[in-house]
């Protein structure tokens, strides 16, 4: 395996050499500790497959919330990345209002880059309050509002006067941060400082919750809803995912978040519990194994016998649904190979999906993951701060006074938090097998060196690698956009995910590919320079 890595690198120049070394860890279980670079900068000249910090702040954390008129200050092209771009879906409620079928932009021009553009943006906000009436604006800044230095915050709070409704400034522009987790910091700590605690609700439900970091790709969050419900539990919001920002006002009255994508929300996690005491829980429901193991911890949590039974009952109901179904897939598929690279969190939890099937994984990567996201929060003290983190502003919070309350004693955490994964999360890295390999920041001739050498059977990708590997004859399935199928959550999403990837492998297309660069050498090279 370290021949097979010293031929991935060996074509780069020293420089890029060590530093994509560090990116790059071969799965020791042996060892304790394995560290990984990430968070960092990709190299000039290298083809990333990473976003920008407005994907992450609008297009993802923001964008799914349905009873909001998002603006998108910027020019039309950006405005690209709204509701259907990101494959945003909603059920909406008696008395909910939802925007999410259009898409709202200042359509800034040159003379706006030369003179201004903010009285363009107060005008869309007034046409937007008169055709639209929302009780919520967001408005998100694109590159050139950074550049030209638009004061939107400004905007904002003249429009909030005017008008009594939440106007929400967010300064995500495109080239802020490393990635989109950039973006996630922005429009999360936003709706911390500016919706949550905002509307005390009458709770007549048991067992209020916050299902966080989940944003409803592929329908995914209607399955978790539709579980959660049937066993009994009350969703007060989601983060955000069917989402809406009136729910999220009253989030501070929930006694659990659950946190699915860890690096998208954890320090909002973490603020929830120190404001208002409420802690938080690491689940996992894509695959069933994960799903059962996500709802016993949640009704250990809750501690109370009648939960506890129901969740029984309705995992057993569940499974039995879908067993026949999985079997039959697993026989189809047993010994076959994944490669995945993703975000900053599929990777991880698609491994146990695809176990489930009898797919082993080979190589796992993230796109913009942190070093706790791959080795375990416990490294988090240890994580450098560098000068591009230093340009996404801090959010400090304090404990509120009137609303803080423990859900559960001290010793009763401390004790529970040695059985379930209470306020933590252990990372990628430590579930993965003996010589695998755990990838960040992967680029695309790592890509084509790893598939050509590894040759899995399926390389789960978003849109812009996934031709790279049909081009090859290697099944790709988009773990982003599911290939717009879907859901693949919990129990019945599992079955819905196996048949779409055994039909992808399992396809005889492949043998047909034959590209011409396997029958000849494709382009030589050397790098010039001193490098
Ligand atoms: Fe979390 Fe996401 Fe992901 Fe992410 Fe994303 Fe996404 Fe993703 Mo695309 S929040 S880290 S920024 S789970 S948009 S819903 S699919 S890269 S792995
Ligand atoms: C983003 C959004 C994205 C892109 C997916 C892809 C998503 O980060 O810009 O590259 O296919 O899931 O929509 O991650």
Same mark, same amino acid.
């Given at each position: 395996?370290?021949?097979?890595?010293e031929?991935?690198?060996?074509?780069?120049?020293?420089?890029?050499?060590?530093?994509?070394?560090?990116?790059?860890?071969? !799965?020791?279980?042996?060892?304790?500790?394995?560290?990984?670079?990430?968070?960092?900068?990709?190299?000039?000249?290298?083809?990333?497959?990473?976003?920008?910090?407005?994907? +992450?702040?609008?297009?993802?954390?923001?964008?799914?919330?349905?009873?909001?008129?998002?603006?998108?200050?910027?020019?039309?092209?950006?405005?690209?990345?709204?509701?259907?771009?990101?494959?945003?879906?909603?059920?909406?409620?008696?008395?909910?209002?939802?925007?999410?079928?259009?898409?709202?932009?200042?359509?800034?021009?040159?003379?706006?880059?030369?003179?201004?553009?903010?009285?363009?943006?107060e005008?869309?906000? *007034?046409?937007?309050?008169?055709?639209?009436?929302?009780g919520?604006?967001?408005?998100?800044?694109?590159?050139p509002?950074? @550049?030209?230095?638009?004061?939107?915050?400004?905007?904002? !709070?003249r429009?909030?006067? #005017?008008?009594?409704?939440?106007?929400m400034?967010?300064?995500?522009?495109?080239?802020?941060?490393?990635?989109?987790?950039?973006?996630?910091?922005?429009?999360n700590?936003?709706?911390?400082?500016?919706?949550?605690?905002?509307?005390?609700?009458? @709770?007549?439900?048991?067992?209020?919750?916050?299902?966080?970091?989940?944003?409803?790709?592929?329908?995914?969050?209607?399955?978790?809803?539709?579980?959660?419900g049937?066993?009994? $539990?009350?969703?007060?919001?989601?983060?955000?995912?069917?989402?809406?920002?009136?729910a999220?006002?009253?989030?501070?009255?929930?006694?659990?978040? @659950?946190?699915?994508?860890? %690096?998208?929300?954890?320090?909002?996690?973490?603020?929830? !519990?120190? #404001?208002?005491?409420?802690?938080?829980? =690491?689940?996992?429901?894509?695959?069933? &194994?994960?799903?059962?193991?996500?709802?016993?911890?949640?009704?250990?949590y809750?501690? &109370?016998?009648? /939960?506890?039974?129901?969740?029984?009952?309705?995992?057993?109901?569940?499974?039995?649904?879908?067993?026949?179904?999985?079997?039959?897939?697993?026989?189809?598929?047993?010994? =076959?190979?994944?490669?995945?690279?993703?975000? +900053?969190?599929?990777?991880?939890?698609?491994?146990?999906?695809?176990?489930?099937?009898?797919?082993?994984?080979?190589?796992? +990567?993230?796109?913009?993951?942190?070093? *706790?996201d791959?080795?375990?929060?416990?490294?988090?003290? *240890?994580?450098?701060?560098?000068? &591009? &983190?230093?340009?996404?502003?801090? /959010?400090?919070?304090?404990?509120?006074?009137?609303?803080?309350?423990? %859900? /559960?004693? =001290?010793?009763?955490?401390?004790?529970?938090?040695?059985?379930?994964?209470?306020?933590?999360?252990?990372?990628?890295? =430590?579930?993965?097998?003996d010589?695998?390999?755990?990838?960040?920041?992967?680029?695309?001739?790592?890509?084509?060196?790893?598939?050509?050498? @590894?040759?899995?059977?399926?390389?789960?990708?978003?849109?812009?690698?996934? $031709?790279?590997?049909?081009?090859?004859?290697?099944?790709?399935?988009? /773990?982003?956009? $599911?290939?717009?199928?879907?859901?693949?959550?919990?129990?019945?999403?599992?079955?819905?995910?196996? !048949?779409?990837?055994a039909?992808?492998?399992?396809?005889?297309?492949?043998?047909?590919?034959?590209?011409?660069?396997k029958?000849?050498?494709?382009?030589?090279?050397?790098?010039?320079?001193? $490098?």
């Amino acid at each position: 395996i370290e021949e097979t890595l010293e031929e991935v690198i060996d074509s780069y120049p020293a420089k890029s050499m060590k530093n994509r070394k560090e990116h790059i860890v071969i !799965r020791d279980t042996s060892q304790d500790k394995q560290k990984i670079m990430a968070n960092t900068r990709t190299i000039p000249g290298i083809i990333s497959n990473r976003g920008c910090c407005f994907a +992450g702040c609008q297009g993802v954390v923001l964008g799914p919330l349905k009873d909001v008129v998002h603006i998108v200050h910027g020019p039309i092209g950006c405005c690209y990345y709204t509701w259907g771009m990101r494959r945003n879906q909603a059920v909406v409620g008696e008395n909910e209002k939802n925007f999410l079928n259009f898409s709202f932009s200042t359509d800034m021009q040159d003379s706006d880059i030369v003179f201004g553009g903010e009285k363009k943006l107060e005008q869309a906000i *007034d046409e937007a309050m008169e055709i639209f009436n929302p009780g919520t604006i967001m408005i998100t800044a694109t590159c050139p509002v950074g @550049l030209i230095g638009d004061d939107i915050h400004a905007v904002a !709070r003249r429009a909030q006067e #005017k008008y009594g409704i939440s106007v929400m400034a967010f300064s995500c522009e495109g080239y802020k941060g490393v990635s989109q987790s950039a973006g996630h910091h922005i429009a999360n700590n936003e709706l911390m400082e500016h919706l949550v605690g905002k509307k005390e609700i009458e @709770l007549e439900a048991e067992y209020p919750i916050n299902l966080m970091g989940e944003y409803n790709i592929g329908g995914d969050a209607f399955e978790i809803e539709r579980v959660l419900g049937k066993i009994g $539990y009350k969703i007060i919001a989601t983060f955000s995912g069917n989402g809406s920002a009136e729910a999220i006002m009253s989030a501070h009255e929930a006694d659990l978040n @659950l946190v699915q994508c860890h %690096r998208s929300i954890n320090y909002i996690a973490e603020m929830f !519990r120190e #404001k208002y005491g409420v802690p938080w829980l =690491k689940v996992n429901f894509l695959g069933v &194994d994960q799903t059962i193991k996500s709802l016993r911890d949640m009704a250990k949590y809750f501690g &109370d016998e009648k /939960l506890i039974q129901r969740t029984e009952a309705v995992i057993a109901e569940e499974l039995a649904a879908v067993e026949q179904s999985l079997a039959m897939y697993q026989d189809l598929l047993e010994g =076959k190979t994944a490669f995945l690279f993703v975000g +900053g969190s599929r990777a991880h939890h698609y491994q146990n999906v695809f176990k489930r099937i009898g797919i082993d994984t080979v190589v796992a +990567g993230y796109e913009f993951g942190h070093r *706790d996201d791959y080795e375990g929060r416990e490294v988090i003290p *240890d994580i450098k701060m560098t000068a &591009d &983190d230093r340009n996404i502003p801090e /959010l400090e919070v304090e404990k509120d006074e009137q609303r803080y309350h423990l %859900r /559960l004693s =001290k010793e009763k955490m401390e004790e529970l938090a040695k059985e379930i994964p209470l306020n933590n999360y252990e990372g990628m890295i =430590k579930e993965m097998e003996d010589g695998t390999i755990a990838i960040d920041d992967l680029n695309h001739h790592e890509q084509v060196k790893l598939t050509k050498i @590894l040759k899995p059977d399926i390389y789960c990708s978003g849109i812009k690698d996934k $031709y790279t590997s049909h081009k090859m004859g290697v099944f790709s399935k988009q /773990l982003h956009s $599911y290939d717009y199928s879907g859901p693949y959550a919990m129990f019945k999403g599992h079955v819905n995910f196996a !048949r779409d990837v055994a039909n992808g492998i399992l396809s005889p297309t492949w043998g047909y590919i034959n590209p011409p660069w396997k029958k000849e050498a494709g382009l030589e090279g050397n790098y010039g320079g001193d $490098y």
